[in-house]
């Protein structure tokens, strides 16, 4: 018996569908509308997004929010799930079951090695695709964090920093991140 709350056999997945899954130790995305399952991250991996997070907190002007565990839909059949990204406030006014990608400055992937081709490939197109202006991907064994830009053909490599360096920016607001207080 199916149930009537998710597709059918072949039915594509929509953010709507997501509702009738449950809260569990999966992380739940859609991709063109099939659905992607990842267990949560390992204790390391959360590590370095939790020291992100807080150093980008600390920085953050009024107005601009960041977060973790709220999804970006890229298309009515597409929703994915950032470790962190970079918002406007106002951007959690509209509710909803997703973020809105005009409303998101930065979209952060921790790599894991579980999961690399998605952060590196379908996630990288996906989020270039609707426009997302900067995607950062921490790569915590390597211990680098590679800053991409969105332009004319999707996202290209600004800069590779590794852990001894401090990266400054203007964009998503102006900031100092020494690296080695993520990994």
């Known amino acids: 018996m199916t149930n009537p709350a998710r597709p059918g056999w072949g039915d594509a997945w929509t953010v709507d569908d997501l509702q009738s899954l449950p809260e569990d130790d999966q992380v739940y995305e859609i991709f063109d509308g099939s659905l992607l399952v990842s267990p949560h991250a390992d204790v390391f991996h959360g590590a370095v997004a939790n020291r992100l997070r807080r150093a980008l907190d600390r920085q953050a002007p009024a107005g601009v929010l960041v977060g973790q565990d709220i999804g970006v839909s890229a298309k009515r059949s597409s929703y994915l799930v950032p470790d962190l990204f970079v918002a406007t406030e106002s951007a959690l006014d509209s509710g909803g079951a997703a973020l809105d990608p005009a409303d ?36 915590p064994r390597k211990q680098t964090l590679t800053v991409l830009v969105n332009g004319a053909g999707g996202y290209r490599e600004q800069v590779v920093l590794p852990v001894g360096e401090v990266y400054r920016a203007e964009r998503p607001f102006p900031l100092a991140l020494p690296l080695a207080d993520i990994f």
């Open 104 to 139: 998101v400055l930065l979209v952060v992937e921790v790599i894991s090695p579980s999961n690399a081709g998605r952060d590196l490939v379908l996630k990288r197109h996906e989020y270039a695709a609707v426009g997302i202006p900067l995607y950062w991907l921490v790569e």
